[in-house]
Nanobody, 115 residues
Framework: QVQLVESGGGLVQPGGSLRLSCAAS????????MGWYRQAPGKQRELVAA???????NYRDSVQGRFTISRDNAKNTVYLQMNSLKPEDTAAYYC?????????WGQGTQVTVSS
């Protein structure tokens, strides 16, 4: 199983930006998909964005046009650029890797959007 380490979370004001990074311990080029999920207190974990090995992306409606997921296979890293952040984006954000024999989660990074 590949190990995933997220970074880049923090406290940001509404309207601000953050870029999350997810560094994998092994190659991600063969992963079917890499995704970012989030979980707010008292709520279920939800998919935020995902990118396939072929580069196809999908986003939940509430972040469409504000968030961008990308992957750098050479660096075994996936990114989530988050712009125009809103208080409702506050959550712990988790990286996920899905591939043949792989279903891995990172430990999460906290994003807090507040004035």
């Amino acid at each position: 199983q590949v190990q995933l380490v997220e970074s880049g979370g923090g406290l940001v004001q509404p309207g601000g930006s953050l870029r999350l990074s997810c560094a994998a311990s092994g190659s991600i080029s063969s992963m079917y998909s890499m995704g970012w999920y989030r979980q707010a207190p008292g709520k279920q974990r939800e998919l935020v964005a995902a990118i396939t090995s072929g580069g196809r992306t999908n986003y939940r409606d509430s972040v469409q046009g504000r968030f961008t997921i990308s992957r750098d296979n050479a660096k075994n890293t996936v990114y989530l650029q988050m712009n125009s952040l809103k208080p409702e984006d506050t959550a712990a954000y988790y990286c996920h890797a899905r591939g043949l024999g792989t279903n891995s989660w990172g430990q999460g990074t906290q994003v807090t959007v507040s004035s």
